[in-house]
């Protein structure tokens, strides 16, 4: 009812309902006079014939408060009641904000009904003989608070008086509506969680709408909890959702505070790390002695991988000495684990069952040294590259098919490209340029995105929701659309040539980067210079995540820093021994995984290479288990709440609130 529109159909709609309401009222007591009275006035008309008889006014009830069209107290047995019209002021709307004019027959004078009741209202303001001025039909929606009616009092606006009149009442028509429940529930389901909840709380009959079992299903799926469970396996959806925000609020204050549960994955006895990777809640690292590890951090589990070759290799650059057939890249996705190792070979294992011995292996009959590993989320796929040859390994009928590329220039970074609507493409870059093939039909002409002579790219990622691959070239990042292939934005601010950066795992529009020069920047993809740098580094970062709120990053001096994003500050830090070559984080779980530099450090005959401080490590840190009260009896646990600027619980042996 903002405008005049509004305004017009809104009183149409209203003149046409209590038109049809008075209209029945009055053919119903007109139907009862007939009958009681059938033999007088047919007496009376054959007397009378040509008399027209005059209505007999009406009376017109306005919250239990009568308002007569004739003031006459001896009148009042002979008046006609007309019964539910409570709104007092819907006759100003529906007569273009003017008040209807009823006669009284006494006097002769036309009064309104609205002034009527203004007046019974307000008899130490006005007197009955005074005359109300006429309301405006601007003055009806005023934002005003009153109208000055010329005397210099303020007059209570008509919408104002519409509002309370609504709230006075019991019955509200267009409130009272009786519709299916399954039309209710499919109205509700386009709500929001707090409109669900404030619809609740306007009836018995919406609260009983609004806490249905499948709107609070739909929602729980919608925030990504519960989403391989229907609605009829459990009950009190409601109450999940609860539980799972009220959690959520939990690990988010936790990652702020640094509490949780911190676990040290035992690594293999002799051994020296080489590679980490994990996906979700599983783990996997490869060691020196061939041997590859895997860690299930949900059902607290662990096994060991049996390699495929375990031969040794004599080294011919020395007189005396062999090579191990030892691990250098490892790679888990959702169903499958890979490891490359040094001699050349590729194993894959599945995670389904507890078979530890490989399910397909790979061996390059050219370079024999295979430089990258990727594995594909969404299906049984790996992606292999060893010089300048690219290789596709995908299962079709149990039984895994290779496809060979042949790029013509030593491949330097491999990514998949696997969007919902397209065919899966990998993005391959070699010094200077980089392409784009479809994997089923590799055999094709690729298409080539970026080629830019003298310009090295440090790394390269790609955005399977906005489409985007972002190339960085020394100091720079340039990102290209990947359907229109078009150059789509330049992005500044770093020193020195850029060694990581991540778009994949980052929200819309935004990509977090770190460089040689020590700093981490957050770029928005549709400005060229960063929104957030972040500084403190002793050397260069080789690892970066982020999301809604915070940066995670790792650096070669052993250092993971956790910045907080509105802020623009260092939460906290953890440092180790070795550089992290792996940092990744989830909602409530952080891995970090150390690998030394050297997989075969020089000691004397008085150490052991095995000693801790050569072996690297692998951190996880939980923040969905807050140990720092586990075990601490309730009687020492005080119930106020703890500043958020502290990690310690400051427990009284007798607190006084428990007293």
Known sequence: MANTEDLEVFRKRWKEEVNRKQSNLLRGNADGGTTSNEGKNSASSSRNHNVITPPKPVNIKFNDNIIASNSSDDSLNSKREVAYYPFDIVCNLLKDGQNPQIENQQTGKKESVVEKKYLKRHKDQQSNDKSVKKFKLKDIFSNKQGVNDGSGKIRERILDKFISDLDEINEIPFFDLSIPREVGIKIFQHLSMPDLCRCAQVSKSWKSLAEDEFLWCKICHDLGYEEDILTIEKVNWKDIVRQNLNRKRS???????????????????GGILCSVHSYLNIVAAGYTKGDVKVWDLENEEDFILQPSNTSLIIDEEEEEGTITNFVTKVSTSKNMIAAVFQQGNVDVWQLQGNQTQPCYTFVDGHSKRISHLCLSDLSDTMVTAAGPFVHMHRRKSGLFQTQQIDVQQWVQHIELFEPPASPPHVAVSTWFKVSLYNMETPDQQC??????VDLNISAIDVSEESNILAVALKQKVKLYDIHSKREVQDL?????????????????????????????????IRTTNPVASFTGHMYEVTSVQMDDWKVVSGGFGGFV?????RMARKLWEIHSRHPVRHCKFSEDKLVVGNVPSSKCPVVDEYENITHRKYRGGIQVYDFSRDQMTEGVPDICLSTYDEPSASSYNMALVNPYDKI
């Not at 795992?505 to 040689?516: A, D, F, H, R, W």
């Open 492 to 524: 500044y601010g770093h020193t020195r040539e850029i060694s990581c950066m991540n778009l994949r795992n980052s929200p819309i529009n935004q990509i977090v980067t770190g460089s040689v020069d020590r700093r981490v920047r957050v770029h928005d």
């Open 447 to 452: 298409t080539e995105i970026h080629n830019i």
């Open 251 to 269: 690990i988010l204050s936790n990652w702020k505070e640094r509490k949780g549960d911190v676990r040290q994955l035992q690594h293999l006895p």
């Open 561 to 565: 820093y956790v910045w907080d994003l």
